[in-house]
């Protein structure tokens, strides 16, 4: 299965990472259990907990034991049962895993939202007795708009065009050019900003013109402004090149008219958010494309995960001359796309229009339910007939398109869903997800990013936005024909894609599961280019 591009960068408002904490044993003598947060996004976790006998005898069996604070939730869990009473939640071994001779060690996981758990214990004794906590296992990454790539794209690569009159490509670099070119129609001043991440320090900030990353400092635990880093960008008809670093991973943002308010916390970037209430950015026109570049080579993609405003094209040319491109939008698409949520009931108050008649975006569901234009529980009942639908049939989820051999089996039982692999082991186990938990592809779908817990709990929130899951049995499943045929699906993510010259577009955080996101890659990019058409 192919894995989205990297986007380790800016949350829409990064949060502190929380504490990580780890349970320290009462003496060296004795079992304990250390948890250690792998990654924290934000609005979102993945805790490791690691068992480990140190006693004088084996252990038959184990029970860790949590309270979750008020607001808290956990989503997906693998290796351990999970019992839920109130606040508390216990988790206990699997048939395979209760045994855990002296010196061995025995670990298992889950995804979380809200503040971490605390109070634990382990078989009814305190976990630990206080003492240091332990840093995550990387550094803090702000929520990604898409999770990150491990390798590069294994599939069936955007059409190909036919080599650009027969120049030869630029030469490979450490900084690779990347072209704006303005053919939207509009007169207004276009500001451009490159912002990320670098992989190589893992430290947030900005390029300059030139090409140079610069680190954020300055900021505030009230967020500040930010330093002024917008790029002038090309007039309507013109064309700006300008650079992108290896090893760097985030956005190019692009605004009319006005310039984009940035602003610098303790912990970060607060980037524009639109769909939250007083944000400044409310009325400026604005979109941006994702990307990252490093020795593996560049993945640009226009999203509209959160919101589809300025439609764009992006492409990248490679060491072979050959351009590839995609994101392009039909002919009158933008207003189409516009026309069709408005006329779809219950979407209606998620297109936005400022006071003087430009309609400025279009926001996905999940953020107009954030901002309070759409019903939080739309999917509701559909989730719960399709969760429920296997109760009395498996479902079947072959997650790696490379390897069919590769099975999972899928199971509900109450209101959660059990997996088991070949040997009839549980691997994996998913809480009913909320409608929430749908649209942002988190909580009860969290997915790490491992081999077995991710992949499937990717397959999943693809089929629910799909609405695939309970007809379709074996996940991923049918073509792009089958997507979005009941009445309650992501319609947003249907209308665009419809408008789409290839039919390709991020409508949703894992639109990649069966190749329909709008992404473009080359392992030996040369020259990339965002062309934002007209509208």
Request: hydrophobic share 35%.
């Amino acid at each position: 299965m192919r894995l989205r591009t990297t986007l380790l960068t800016l949350a829409a408002v990064v949060a502190a990472a929380g504490t990580t904490w780890i349970a320290l044993p009462a003496s060296a003598a004795a079992a304990s259990a250390s948890v250690r947060t792998v990654s924290d996004w934000g609005s979102g976790w993945q805790t490791e907990v690691v068992i480990d006998n140190g006693g004088a005898a084996a252990m038959s069996g184990w029970k860790v034991e949590f309270d979750l604070p008020a607001g808290a939730a956990i989503g997906s869990f693998w290796e351990a049962d999970l019992a839920v009473a109130g606040s508390h939640r216990t988790f206990t071994n699997r048939a395979w895993n209760g045994a855990v001779p002296v010196g061995g060690k025995v670990t298992f996981g889950f995804v979380g939202s809200g503040a971490k758990p605390v109070n634990c214990k382990l078989n009814g004794a305190p976990c630990a007795g206080g003492g240091a906590e332990q840093p995550p296992a990387q550094p803090p990454a702000t929520e990604p708009t898409t999770p990150p790539v491990t390798s590069p794209p294994a599939t069936t690569a955007p059409p190909v065009e036919p080599p650009e009159e027969e120049q030869p490509p630029p030469a490979a670099s450490n900084v690779l050019p990347l072209t704006v070119t303005n053919k939207t129609g509009r007169n207004e001043q276009v500001f451009l900003y490159v912002l990320g991440v670098n992989l190589g320090t893992g430290k947030l900030g900005y390029v300059d013109g030139s090409g140079a990353f610069h680190n954020w400092t300055g900021g505030q635990p009230v967020p500040v402004p930010a330093p002024d880093v917008a790029i002038a960008g090309p007039a309507n008809g013109g064309a700006t090149t300008i650079k992108l670093p290896k090893g760097l991973s985030g956005r190019l943002y692009l605004s009319f008219g006005r310039k984009l308010d940035f602003r610098l916390s303790t912990d970060g970037l607060v980037q524009p958010a639109p769909w939250a209430g007083g944000d400044p950015n409310r009325d400026i026109l604005f979109d941006w494309s994702e990307f990252t570049l490093n020795d593996s080579g560049l993945w640009l993609n226009s999203s509209q995960v959160d919101m589809f405003a300025v439609p764009h094209v992006v492409s990248v040319r490679g060491g072979d001359g050959r351009t590839i491109r995609t994101g392009e939008v039909k002919p009158g698409g933008r207003q189409r796309v516009i026309n069709a949520i408005k006329a779809q009931p219950g979407f209606e108050r998620s297109v936005y229009t400022r006071s003087d008649g430009t309609v400025l975006r279009v926001l996905a569901p999940g953020k107009a339910a954030d901002s309070g234009a759409f019903d939080p529980n739309y999917l509701d009942p559909y989730i719960a007939s399709a969760w429920n639908a296997y109760a009395s049939k498996t479902l079947t989820v072959t997650p790696f398109g490379d390897r069919p051999d590769v099975k999972y089996l899928g199971r509900t039982a109450g209101t959660v869903m059990n997996f088991t692999d070949g040997s009839g082991r549980t691997v994996a186990s998913f809480n009913r997800p909320s409608t929430s938990n749908v649209w942002g592809c988190d909580g009860a779908l969290g997915a790490p990013n491992d081999q077995v817990v991710g992949p499937i709990a990717r397959t999943l929130c693809a089929a629910l936005h799909r609405s695939t899951l309970g007809t379709i049995d074996t996940q991923p499943g049918g073509t792009a024909g089958d997507f979005y045929k009941g009445s309650l699906t992501n319609h947003y993510s249907r209308v665009i894609h419809e408008n789409m010259v290839d039919g390709k577009a991020y409508g949703f955080a894992f639109d990649d599961v069966q190749n329909q996101e709008s992404l473009v890659h080359s392992g030996d990019p040369r020259a990339a280019g965002v062309e934002l058409t007209a509208f």
